[in-house]
């Protein structure tokens, strides 16, 4: 088969559940998955470090691929811990796949960015797509400068890659991978299993949120537009619904009644206090008619019924 689509971090929280809709949407048969660590998948899969540039390269001429999801990243969390680690796989990689595309090897890129672009300086409320961005976190300084680098390729030398600036990202099918706003797929397990759970922010802190079928979904969407669509080549800004782990414990309690929160903030709470509360991503929906579909209801009500499906196959 001709032209597949490679998927570099397939075994994350994203790029497990990406490479399943591109397999059910393309054949097992075009989807390469591609990460550190053998993952279980229908598709092909390649052991591939997105640090070893060459290994990518022979990758992408052995199935003759012509599209990349690079994934592959360490989240905040994480970032804060090995900050130096971080910056050079956030960012080689993300060379590793632009020269690629300035070579005219691959034709089209998706390169996630994040929310962690913003700062404290940055409007907390419906935060706009151009505005002050001063990050704090490793993470975000990787990824605001990965939306400039883009952009740059974009204009100098014609690459079509395509970015989203995510939210916190909720799923049920794997775990996430450091990320400050993890807390919101952790409630759920401990709500199922235990019928309690620790937070690790404060009660009152709100962020922007969404569900990963929405996610997934307007990742896709976002790679099918047309070119002529896609109008901005850092990143879009993309928002479903904000909300606090009061309000999260709330909705949860709608539907195991003795549940209960208590909270302990660690070092995550401060990162999440830089950044935004809430975002505008009217120009996603303007470009590319991007529309969220899960409310808060709407995803926890999927959230536990999945998760209690699953535990009663264990």
């Not at 360490?74 to 690629?100: D, I, Y």
């Not at 005219?104 to 996630?112: H, L, N, Q």
């Not at 909705?251 to 909270?263: G, M, P, Q, S």
Request: with cysteine; proline share 4%.
């Amino acid at each position: 088969m001709k032209n597949r689509i490679l998927v570099i971090g397939a075994g994350g929280q994203i790029g497990s559940e990406l490479v399943r809709e591109l397999c059910n949407r393309h054949g097992n048969d075009a989807i390469v998955a591609a990460d550190v660590r053998q993952g279980e998948t229908k598709c092909v899969f390649e052991t591939l470090d997105v640090m070893n540039a060459e290994a990518i390269r022979q990758t992408v001429k052995k199935y003759d691929v012509k599209e990349v999801y690079l994934l592959a990243a360490l989240l905040s969390a994480t970032a804060e811990k090995f900050p130096e680690k971080a910056w050079q796989l956030n960012m080689e990689g993300l060379f590793h796949v632009l020269n690629l595309a300035k070579e005219k090897i691959i034709d089209k890129i998706f390169w996630p960015s994040s929310i962690a672009v913003f700062g404290s300086n940055t409007p907390r409320q419906n935060t706009p797509q151009y505005t002050v961005m001063e990050p704090s976190t490793v993470y975000g300084i990787s990824k605001q400068a990965g939306e400039r680098w883009c952009e740059y390729y974009y204009n100098r030398y014609g690459v079509d890659v395509r970015s989203l600036r995510y939210p916190g990202l909720i799923g049920y099918r794997s775990a996430p991978g450091g990320g400050t706003t993890d807390y919101a797929v952790h409630i759920f397990h401990e709500a199922r299993e235990r019928g309690s759970y620790e937070c690790f922010l404060k009660e009152d802190t709100i962020l922007p949120m969404m569900y990963m079928d929405d996610a997934i979904r307007a990742t896709l969407e976002l790679m099918e537009a047309g070119t002529e669509k896609i109008k901005i080549r850092s990143s879009y800004n993309l928002a479903a619904s904000s909300f606090s782990p009061a309000q999260l414990a709330a909705e949860i309690k709608k539907h195991i009644a003795e549940f209960t929160i208590t909270y302990k903030p660690d070092s995550r709470q401060a990162i999440a206090e830089s950044w935004p509360q809430s975002i505008d991503d009217s120009l996603a929906a303007q470009h590319w008619g991007w529309k969220h579909k899960f409310s808060l209801a709407a995803m926890t009500a999927d959230m536990l019924q999945h998760i209690g499906a699953a535990r009663e196959k264990v």
